[in-house]
């Protein structure tokens, strides 16, 4: 029981400092450009980000797609880095944890057990 307790609370200690790091880098990006557009689709983008930091909860049911996850997720974060720093994004980078996500919805749907 305590070893969730401290799991979870890794978990959203993590999560809290990414948050308040990209923050800051988003920041910056505003300080340097004032276009509009570049803040929202940076916004968005790091939205699509925790999305798939989050919904990785739930993909821990199925250990193997949970580790392909892990490692979608991890290029997924470089390429918002990267789009923050260099100003160059590469949206299949970004949306890569979508495949691993997309298969564990279709894999519940069809071959979830019926009681």
Request: net charge positive.
């Amino acid at each position: 029981m305590i070893g969730k307790v401290k799991g979870r609370l890794m978990f959203y200690f993590i999560l809290a400092t990414i948050i308040v790091l990209l923050i800051g880098l988003l920041f910056f990006k505003i300080k340097r450009s004032q276009d509009p557009k570049t803040v929202l689709t940076t916004l968005a983008l790091i939205g699509v980000v925790l999305f798939f930091t989050y919904i990785s909860r739930t993909i821990f049911v199925h250990k193997p797609l949970f580790v392909i996850h892990l490692a979608l997720l991890l290029i997924s974060w470089y390429g918002l880095l990267r789009y923050l720093v260099k100003d160059k994004m590469h949206l299949w980078m970004i949306l890569a944890p979508l495949s691993s996500t997309l298969f564990f919805f279709i894999m519940a749907l069809f071959f979830r057990e019926h009681a």
